[in-house]
Antibody, heavy 118, light 110 residues
Framework: QVQLQESGPGLVKPSETLSLTCTVS????????WCWIRQPPGKGLEWIGY???????NQNPSLKSRVTISTDTSKKQFSLKVNSVTAADTAVYYC????????????WGQGTLVTVSS | QSALTQPPSASGSPGQSVTISCTGT?????????VSWYQQHPGKAPKVMIY???KRPSGVPDRFSGSKSGNTASLTVSGLQAEDEADYYC??????????FGTGTKVTVL
């Protein structure tokens, strides 16, 4: 079955770059869109952006200037970088598969908590 | 883009129904029939319950139903069960390959 797994540092210092990787198993990376979504502690979900199998990306306009999403299909991985982080970037970060025919996010990773603190 | 507006909480007794609203604008909810709903239990990843306003993915009980009128979408859970107690989030396509989530609603089964 389709599985996604986030990995990366759980603690990042303010003004530095947050970097996460999502490893995909049980599915081809073609056809679908590979997404990042985050959830600050005790708060709601926020869509960050996606990358497709060819490397085309789109990001939430509110984060666009700080976010980079990329893919390495040979490793079946996609990645997220958020630069110049502040405490407001502290959140559980989820990777998810986007089905943009049905316009839904059908498979999710378990999520990883990233804390921004000195 | 601003988050879609949901009531913070909703509740009902077992067997009853609860309806959650999700209000956006003509640029998201009102402009597309691409509203989905997600259920999230504490400490777990969200799970899609409804997509394209009213369609259910395979395996989702038919107690869950969705609808839309104008800029407001709704999720109804009929025949409430204890396991339905969770947070629920709506999501809408917002054009130009952008998406926006709702503020979330905590459903309590009394």
């Amino acid at each position: 079955q389709v599985q996604l797994q986030e990995s990366g540092p759980g603690l990042v210092k303010p003004s530095e770059t947050l970097s996460l990787t999502c490893t995909v198993s049980g599915a081809s990376m073609s056809t679908y869109y590979w997404c990042w979504i985050r959830q600050p502690p005790g708060k709601g979900l926020e869509w960050i952006g996606y990358v497709d199998y060819s490397g085309r990306t789109n990001q939430n306009p509110s984060l666009k200037s700080r976010v980079t999403i990329s893919t390495d299909t040979s490793k079946k991985q996609f990645s997220l970088k958020v630069n110049s982080v502040t405490a407001a970037d502290t959140a559980v970060y989820y990777c998810a598969r986007g089905d943009f025919v049905r316009f839904l996010f059908d498979y999710w990773g378990q999520g990883t908590l990233v804390t921004v603190s000195s | 883009q601003s988050a879609l507006t949901q009531p913070p909480s909703a509740s009902g007794s077992p067997g009853q129904s609860v309806t959650i609203s999700c209000t956006g604008t003509s640029s998201d909810v009102g402009g597309y029939n691409y509203v989905s709903w997600y259920q999230q239990h504490p400490g777990k990843a969200p799970k899609v319950m409804i997509y394209e306003v009213s369609k259910r993915p395979s395996g989702v009980p038919d107690r869950f139903s969705g609808s839309k009128s104008g800029n407001t979408a709704s999720l109804t859970v009929s025949g409430l069960q204890a396991e339905d107690e969770a947070d629920y989030y709506c999501n809408s396509y917002a054009g130009s390959n952008n998406f926006v989530f709702g503020t979330g609603t905590k459903v309590t089964v009394l």
